[in-house]
């Protein structure tokens, strides 16, 4: 059983700089699919980015080109490298997890694990 524990969430100024990590236990590999989805308090939950286990990426549109999806498989660690923080960025972001093959050009995959969030608060 794949667990999932975030960190790296905060407050911070709009225009700043946060980075998050997901760190998996149990039985994860590099097998694995990642994403990270976030979810602002009265809106649905969206998939911020996504990298597949060959290592390409997707990005939502809102956030492309000032965030960063990586995985550091020596350290077994996803990251979420997040620049130029807006206000609407606000919201609980979350580390997901597959084994089912997900790759960049599906629309959505089906994730079967998930972390328990770290909080995201950019101050305008």
């Known amino acids: 059983q794949v667990q999932l524990v975030e960190s790296g969430g905060g407050s911070v100024q709009a225009g700043g700089s946060l980075r998050l990590s997901c760190v998996p236990s149990?039985?994860?590999?590099?097998?694995?699919?990642m994403a990270w989805f976030r979810q602002a308090p009265g809106k649905e939950r969206e998939e911020v980015a996504r990298?597949?286990?060959?290592?390409?990426?997707r990005y939502a549109d809102s956030v492309k080109g000032r965030f960063t999806i990586s995985k550091d498989n020596a350290k077994n660690t996803l990251y979420l490298q997040m620049n130029s923080l807006k206000p609407e960025d606000t919201a609980m972001y979350y580390c997901?997890?597959?084994?089912?093959?997900?790759?960049?050009?599906?629309?959505?995959?089906?994730?079967?694990?998930w972390g328990q969030g770290t909080q995201v608060t950019v101050l305008s």
């Open positions: 997901a997890a597959t084994s089912f093959w997900c790759p960049t050009y599906f629309s959505s995959c089906t994730w079967t694990t």
């Open positions: 149990g039985n994860a590999d590099n097998g694995y699919s």
């Open positions: 990298i597949p286990v060959k290592m390409n990426t």
